[in-house]
């Protein structure tokens, strides 16, 4: 074991399954500890996978004792700041956070500074990058298969900053990380809606334009059924792309949609079905980390630069809607523009009354948050 990564995990909830079903298949990390407030949650982890870790029920001793080299933030969106900038000041090699990035822009830009100023590598969990449809997509595309992307359609749902921090990753991984110029979009919110304690919209549609000539649109709530994927549509052909598999039509396959089901690095499709992409995801992303820890690779896919830009996307239609303008890039405003909007008086809801839609997740009594109160400690 002792060339094995040491990896530790704040928050034991749904996805941290996934960061270590994804640290134990990649073959390179060793899970030694946990962390959550609630025991139970991480006495299930470590029944589901047979391991035995130590748990902590705070986080920040189960960062000065364990001495982690990778350090996965899974708890709700309002905690990924606050646990990044804490992990990152006990030095670990790497940290692998959860999307979206930050529950705002100026969080998100804290995170980079927080691992930059400690030498962390940071990494967003965008992991759909790792997918060989994606991939397969991305180099079809750089290859002029379909000519110029004209439209990227997408669809999404339950709030744009948690579903379609994905879309907006996938719009720059399909074009070679392209940058976005500009947003122009929209939302409705006649409820106050939250998801895992962040306000959210009923509604939204926008538009994003891409330096490189491409242009994606994303529906969210808006049709009833949506995937992660997107229609691509090119000068001279379309890529029809879900998680598992994509079709090609161009004037090569005859204007007939070709089938390609590409295998993963460590799982097939046909043997996993609707589990390839979670554990494919997991296990690829993760060990794309171990590389570039151990120098192999350059720098890694979903890097805390790349997280940022999605939700950068995200808050930008927020922030059109605001303003009633076409947002160009870079965003200058670092606060969540909804929750601008909300508590200015200019978006109230018509039918008052908090709920969240993610609520079904928390354990115990509660009801609005998996933590109350998590605060970063300013040095007196
Ligand atoms: N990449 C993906 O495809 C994907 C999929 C699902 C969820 N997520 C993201 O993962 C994050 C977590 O979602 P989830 O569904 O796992 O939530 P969850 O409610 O299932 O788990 C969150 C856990 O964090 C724990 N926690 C909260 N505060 C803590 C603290 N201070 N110290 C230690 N533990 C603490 C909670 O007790 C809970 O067990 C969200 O940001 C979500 O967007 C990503």
Redesign the pocket.
């Known amino acids: 074991m002792a060339d094995k990564l040491r990896a530790g995990v ?7 399954r996934n960061h270590v079903g994804g640290y134990l298949n990649s073959g390179r990390y060793e899970v030694v500890a946990l ?4 025991e139970s ?1 991480m006495q299930d982890v470590d029944n589901q996978f047979r391991i035995n870790t130590q748990h902590y029920t705070d ?1 920040r001793a189960m960062l000065a004792q364990e001495k982690l080299d990778v350090v996965s933030v ?4 309002g ?2 700041a606050t646990w990044t900038i804490v992990a990152a000041t006990y030095r670990p090699k790497a940290i692998l956070c ?3 990035m930050a529950d705002t822009l100026g969080h998100a830009e804290q995170m980079l500074v927080a691992c930059r100023r400690n030498n962390v590598k940071l990494v967003i ?1 965008h ?1 759909r990058r790792f997918l060989p449809a994606y991939t397969l997509a991305q180099s079809l595309i750089a290859q002029g298969a379909i000519g110029k992307v004209q439209l990227i359609q997408s669809c999404g749902g339950d709030g744009l900053p ?1 579903y379609s921090s ?1 879309q907006t990753d996938m719009y720059r991984y399909l074009l070679g990380d392209d940058e976005c110029t500009w947003v122009m979009g929209n939302v409705e919110r006649k409820t106050d809606q939250y998801e ?1 304690a962040t306000r959210i919209e009923d509604c939204a549609m926008a538009v994003f334009q891409f330096r490189g000539g491409a242009r994606a649109l994303i529906l969210s709530d808006l049709v009833p059924n949506y995937y992660q994927g997107a229609l691509i549509v090119g000068s001279e052909g379309m890529i029809n792309m879900t998680t598992n598999n994509l079709q090609l039509m161009n004037r090569g396959t005859g204007g007939q949609w070709q089938l390609h089901q590409p295998d993963g690095k460590f799982f097939k499709v046909e043997e996993q079905g609707d589990r390839f992409e979670w554990l494919e995801g997991g296990a690829a992303q993760a060990d794309e980390l171990a590389d570039w820890i151990e120098g192999k690779v350059e720098t890694h896919r979903g890097r805390g630069e790349s997280g940022y830009k999605a939700l950068e996307m995200i808050h930008a239609v927020y922030e059109s809607a605001r303003c009633h303008e076409k947002v160009v890039m870079p965003m200058r405003t670092r606060v969540n523009p909804l929750d601008l909007m909300v508590e200015s008086g200019h978006l109230v809801p018509e039918r008052p009354g908090r709920y969240d839609i993610r609520a079904f ?3 115990g009594e509660r009801m609005a948050s ?2 109350e109160g ?1 605060q970063i400690q300013e040095q007196p």
Not at 35 to 38: H, K, M, P, T
């Open positions: 704040i928050g034991c909830g749904s996805i941290s962390a959550d407030l609630n949650a986080a899974c708890t709700w969106h905690g990924h959860e999307k979206p969990g992991q948690n994905h895992r997740l928390l354990r998996d933590e998590a």
